[in-house]
């Protein structure tokens, strides 16, 4: 089983974040992705490597120029106008009611003005290597797509940052690059007719919604949390089908607080019915493993014992597999998830 990982992930280190208006200590730091390396690590069927550079060009196929030259140029700007700090964090959001009746008004200069127009949340920090940590992410994940359009059945790409949550021209979520956007259309620009992105993180992936929410040839489909209870809040729900040619190719299923393992394989295998009948030449899967009842930012009661079996059923849509890490913050727990997971996406009993 092949896994593409990183190191430059630990650029992205940032000091705190704000949380619910607290001051917090980072849930999205780099002991996760170490984590997850150190137990796939030990295990005899992965073999880790790293990505190659792929430049901007696919980036660029699925994020805004603009705001890729922004997140490129921003700590910069940022410790030119504030030189103290060790960290960028929006503080004032361009909400619509602000300028009601006024029209959309015009992207700003300054750059505290730019973080908060480009960023959606307090919880989303830019540091010194954000950049650069994001940059090999995408690269990760295409590394990752690359290996399964040459022939691999399953490949894994360790990403972090994680990527689901950040749109076209937006950063937040703890995500920057869309990492699992830039696979899905890496393998449309590759000759796949029909991609499928199976999202089964605890908080819905409202920046790959977004991207291909008028898209026929890509299908969208999340398992999470109800947005009336769980980040982002503004996204994800049932009625959300996508427009346009993408209308019937967006599908959102939501998991009740405290939803188990039998409710959490069941809602599963509804959204994997979906991908079925979508009948895609790749899929790609958005990995979070924040679904587990232990993790801080979870209200589930799904178990370790979960993971295996969800990963055999993904296996069971018999279609080449880009499995892509988003979310997951119990530390000492992710490895074991994740790793259990792609043992049963490889059809590899546990051990």
Avoid: K
Avoid at 99 to 107: E, F, H, K
Avoid at 149 to 169: E, I, N, V
Wanted: with cysteine.
């Amino acid at each position: 089983m092949r896994v593409v990982y990183s190191t430059a992930h630990r650029d992205h280190d940032p000091v705190i974040e704000i949380e619910t208006g607290m001051a917090v200590a980072p849930y999205e730091r780099p002991q996760r992705a170490d984590a997850i390396h150190d137990a796939l690590a030990a295990d005899p069927q992965c073999a880790i490597e790293g990505p190659t550079d792929h430049g901007l060009d696919p980036v660029r196929a699925v994020h805004d120029p603009l705001y890729i030259a922004f997140l490129e140029q921003a700590w910069q700007e940022w410790v030119a106008a504030m030189p103290a700090h060790r960290q960028a964090i929006p503080d004032s959001f361009p909400n619509p009611a602000l300028r009601d009746g006024m029209g959309p008004g015009r992207a700003p200069t300054g750059a505290v003005a730019r973080m908060s127009y480009y960023g959606f949340d307090t919880a989303t920090v830019v540091v010194e290597g954000t950049y650069r940590a994001a940059c090999a992410a995408a690269d990760v994940a295409l590394t990752a797509t690359d290996a399964v359009l040459g022939g691999d059945h399953l490949s894994y790409a360790l990403c972090r940052p994680p990527g689901h949550h950040a749109p076209r021209a937006a950063f937040g979520g703890y995500c920057f690059f869309n990492n699992a956007a830039i696979a899905a259309q890496h393998a449309v620009a590759r000759g796949a007719d029909r991609v499928a992105v199976v999202d089964v993180d605890y908080h819905h992936g409202n920046g790959t919604q977004q991207i291909f929410y008028d898209r026929g040839d890509v299908l969208y489909v999340s398992v999470h949390a109800d947005p009336d209870r769980a980040y982002p809040y503004f996204a994800g729900f049932a009625d959300e089908i996508g427009t346009g040619r993408g209308r019937g190719a967006t599908l959102n299923l939501m998991l009740d607080a405290g939803c188990d393992d039998t409710g959490f394989l069941a809602t599963l295998a509804q959204a994997l019915e979906a991908v079925h009948r979508f009948d895609p030449a790749v899929v790609v899967v958005s990995l979070g493993v924040d679904t587990f009842g232990d993790d801080p930012l979870s209200d589930l009661a799904v178990t370790r014992a979960a993971y295996h079996p969800a990963g055999l059923a993904v296996a069971a849509l018999d279609r080449p597999l880009v499995v892509v890490q988003e979310g997951g913050y119990a530390v000492s727990a992710i490895g074991a998830l994740v790793r259990d997971f792609l043992r049963g996406a490889a059809r590899l009993t546990l051990t």
